[in-house]
């Protein structure tokens, strides 16, 4: 396994990261399928084979860690997240909430963690996004990411804590 970018623990007040276990392994495909497939479909065409097999081997490769988030006393699963530490960079390879936990600050929280963590190591967070996803494109806009490529299916994006050394 890749060494992670981030590890288990507190995100803030109330929201916290857990190492997933082989349990998770089912929701969080649920997860993923629900978010990416309609992009998918889009951009290239869904084998549902072959997604779960990528999947699989994401999950070893770059074990997830689930968003688990406390509210009025309850605790529940909002998401998850897959980091990687490369050699300049903190690398995003994939952030993932249920849909109802979408659009409740959730996902800005985790990513400015990320940044945090990224800023401390003096070191960039790298990410790709699929070009159709507007949505999470808007979202890493607001949190300062800079696009620095584009393929046909993703546009490759870059934060710094300095904006200048782009």
Excluded at 67 to 84: K, L, P, S, V
Excluded at 102 to 124: E, F, K, N, P, W
Excluded at 128 to 151: D, H, M, P, W
């Amino acid at each position: 396994m890749r060494a992670a970018a981030l590890e288990p623990g507190p995100v803030d007040d109330r929201l916290w990261l857990r190492a997933a276990d082989a349990l998770d392994k089912p929701i969080l495909y649920r997860w993923q399928v629900a978010a990416y497939r309609e992009h998918i479909e889009t951009l290239w065409g869904w084998d549902a084979e072959w997604q779960a097999r990528d999947f699989d081997k994401l999950f070893a490769a770059l074990g997830p860690l689930v968003i688990m988030q406390r509210d009025a006393g309850e605790r529940c699963a909002a998401g998850y997240i897959q980091t990687q530490r490369r050699p300049r960079s903190l690398h995003l390879a994939n952030i993932v909430l249920r849909a109802e936990m979408r659009g409740q600050g959730i996902g800005t929280r985790v990513l400015r963690h990320l940044q945090s963590q990224a800023a401390a190591r003096d070191m960039a967070v790298t990410l790709k996004v699929f070009c159709s996803n507007t949505r999470a494109l808007a979202f890493y806009r607001r949190l300062n990411f800079q696009e620095t490529g584009r393929t046909k299916t993703h546009v490759e994006m870059r934060w710094l804590r300095n904006l200048s050394e782009v």
